[in-house]
């Protein structure tokens, strides 16, 4: 399809804009393999389908959106997954993100505050037949005790801190990929590996806009329902 060969291009080059930041000139082969298997069309309300291959973010509903597709290889790629992997994510949103890793991983269990979205992207995720996601409707900041340790955890929304217990439920050598800041200000995203004596290990990657982590507890109460 023209479309998306556009934004994988345009995913291209903006690897090659932000080398310097991300400390790359390209991604993992199967992350962008998984970037071109996916119909992010799909994840799109109908109105906005046209505009699904535009390496840009886009509104899903519940004032929530889509992440820009560069983010999303991006953080992908920086999660190192390997097959075997189980991943947390927090923010379903449209599923999108999900769907990208469900090709690059084994389980991905995926948790979204607001119900509406997680109801849909439940539906949209089975109706396109990707059966190794589980979504949850619940405030992710708690993490998912039940299936951790996790291979990888990211995050997609902005959160003023990076979660304790995210960190707990992360498998030692693994990392949790998450923006950083506070809502409509300046946001880093950060890489934090989980070093083998349990310390955190924290890298800034790029500044990029997030919609903010909310619930209850994150001080930032921006969520309006
Ligand atoms: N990964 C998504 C992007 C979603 S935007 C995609 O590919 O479409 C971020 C999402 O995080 C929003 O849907 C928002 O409702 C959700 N979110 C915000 N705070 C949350 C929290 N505390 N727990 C779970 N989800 C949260």
Not at 101 to 111: E, T
Request: hydrophobic share 35%; glycine share 8%; net charge negative.
């Amino acid at each position: 399809m023209k479309d998306m060969q556009r934004m994988l291009n345009d995913i291209e080059m903006e690897i090659h804009l932000t080398r310097h930041l991300i400390g790359k000139n390209s991604f993992d082969d199967r992350v962008m393999a998984a970037m071109k298997r996916v119909p992010r069309h799909e994840f799109l309300p109908g109105d906005l389908r046209y505009c699904a291959y535009d390496n840009g973010p886009a509104p899903i509903g519940s004032g929530q959106t889509i992440s820009q597709p560069y983010i999303v290889a991006l953080m992908s790629d920086l999660l190192n997954t390997r097959p075997s992997d189980i991943i947390l994510e927090i923010g379903t949103g449209s599923g999108y993100q999900a769907a990208i890793l469900s090709q690059l991983v084994q389980q991905i269990y995926s948790i979204e505050i607001i119900e509406d979205l997680a109801t849909e992207a439940r539906k949209r995720l089975n109706k396109l037949g990707y059966n190794n996601i589980e979504v949850r409707n619940d405030d992710g900041y708690s993490g998912w005790l039940e299936h951790a340790p996790y291979d990888g955890v990211i995050v997609t929304a902005a959160a003023p801190h990076i979660p304790q217990p995210l960190i707990d439920q992360l498998r030692a050598g693994a990392r949790l990929v998450i923006p950083v800041g506070l809502p409509y200000s300046h946001q880093e995203l950060m890489v934090v590996e989980k070093k083998t004596n349990g310390e955190a290990e924290t890298r800034q990657v790029l500044g990029v806009a997030f919609v903010p982590l909310t619930g209850g507890h994150t001080p930032e109460r921006t969520h309006k329902r």
